[in-house]
């Protein structure tokens, strides 16, 4: 058997190997045995197909694992994003706002929205803050 598709085999299994572990280790051993099978296809010896295994293996480590740490990182405590992101900005009222119902127009987006306070009316054009994201409705109270 060719070394070419040995290397292509080994590179297959550590990469299927990866698909099941997610650790990113697998998956830049069977990228460096893929460049490997790739110099074994060009023709070189061995020994120097082991030598551009262990420098893609080692650029990988230097390149591709720490854009792979970063991902798998939560976000740092207090960062919100989604909705729970727009708690706290101003919006404006494009229809007055009661306890019941209204629209504001938020982050460019036009939203459904109610007052904090359910004895508030609030009209149109005027300054809210953002109290609180209920499913697609934000609960607002006018700004001072």
Do not use: C, N
Request: cysteine-free; aromatic content about 6%.
């Amino acid at each position: 058997m060719d070394d070419w598709v040995i290397w292509l085999i080994l590179a297959v299994a550590l990469g299927v190997a990866e698909l099941f572990t997610l650790t990113t280790a697998l998956g830049l051993l069977g990228g460096a045995a893929l460049f490997a099978s790739l110099a074994a296809l060009v023709g070189l010896p061995v020994p120097l197909q082991l030598i551009v295994f262990a420098g893609s293996l080692a650029a990988g480590i230097v390149v591709v694992r720490p854009i792979a740490r970063r991902h798998l990182r939560p976000p740092p405590p207090g960062q919100r994003f989604g909705v729970q992101a727009l708690v706290g900005k101003t919006a404006y009222v494009t229809s007055e706002v009661t306890g019941r119902d209204g629209r504001i127009k938020l982050g460019g987006e036009e939203w459904s929205a109610r007052a904090y306070d359910e004895t508030l009316v609030i009209p149109a054009g005027a300054a809210v803050d953002v109290i609180e994201i209920e499913g697609a409705t934000a609960l607002v109270y006018p700004r001072e």
